[in-house]
């Protein structure tokens, strides 16, 4: 958002009273420059890649896309959809991230029930081949059931596997071991000594671990499709073992976000090659990544947090809300 400058308005001053003023504003406000610009410089660090929309501002975006109003019509709903990554054609349904366009706190659990049996009902009676008139009716699950929705507020969009690839090459790129990624993608993450480091550049570049605070578990929970059902217990697992983890005061700060990474989220993260030797080419490897939930949550949850892996590699959305 473009902000206008302010308008100043100056008094007229003798020279040497301009002068001792001007001197005097220098003396006062410089620093405060100094320090805004540092903090602006750490919130801009401490964001990365990272990208928020709004179901207001992913509508207009599709305004501009869709070429007609009877396509914006029948294929608006899918289009903001796939804009904010809640809506894979391939597997023909929402990812239950949806949520964080819904003001907190207005979902019961019988409106959870009735958004799932509707998603059912809509599910069997639309093929999947049908992805405009499927995604609309999801979505019109979660508009009439779900709670209070929320089209103003921006919301973080998880990134694609395209998009995480790309991050994780700059992060090679980077550390210096570009040259050893093909390895990686054969042997694994954990095969070289600067695994850990790869880790953690990951992480922060994709705005979801600091040093400091460890993961935000706001952005994990959308990257990895939302854990409806068992979220603040997941959430309540990872904080203690981030405490934990903290409090043996590692120095190595990849060393440490590894440790975060493997025993606090669970994290999978696996890379493979392409098929396609011609796909290679302008792919080096594939991404799968995605955080399983804590051991003490039961087997069903961790089945379906395993199954909930979505690939946003080609597609974008379209939705009018």
Known sequence: MNIPPK???????????????TSLAMQVYAPLVILASAISAVACLQEHRVSYKSIQSSTGECDLY?????????????????????????????SESISRFYAEGTQSTCARDRTFQCLKQVSTS????????????????YRNNYGQLDVVSPRFVPFSDLQQVQILSQCAEMLGVADKMQF???NGVDSIPEGACLVRCLLMRKGLYTDRDGPNLDRVSVQCGG????????RTNV?????????????????????????CLQMHLHLYEAKNAKAREQIPFGIEFYTNVNA????EAGATAA???????????????
Do not use: M
Request: charged content about 25%; glycine content about 4%; proline content about 3%.
């Open 126 to 141: 639309i093929p999947t081949r049908n992805t405009c008139k499927l995604a609309e009716a999801s979505v019109d699950c």
């Open 66 to 94: 869709l070429p007609t109003d009877a396509v914006r019509k029948d294929c608006g709903v899918r289009c903001v959809s796939l804009v904010n990554r809640i809506w894979n054609d391939t597997a023909g349904r929402l």
């Open 7 to 21: 308008q100043i308005h100056f008094r007229t001053f003798p020279s040497a009273t301009v002068t001792q003023s």
């Open 296 to 299: 003490n949550a039961n087997a």
């Open 227 to 234: 854990y409806e059902g068992y979220e603040q217990e997941w």
């Open 184 to 186: 990686v993608v054969r």
């Open 239 to 263: 904080t203690r073992c981030v405490k934990v983890v903290h409090a043996e005061g590692i120095r190595d700060k990849c060393a440490q976000a590894e440790r975060i990474a493997v025993d």
């Open 307 to 321: 199954a909930r892996v979505i690939t946003y590699i080609f597609l974008y959305y379209t939705t009018y809300w």
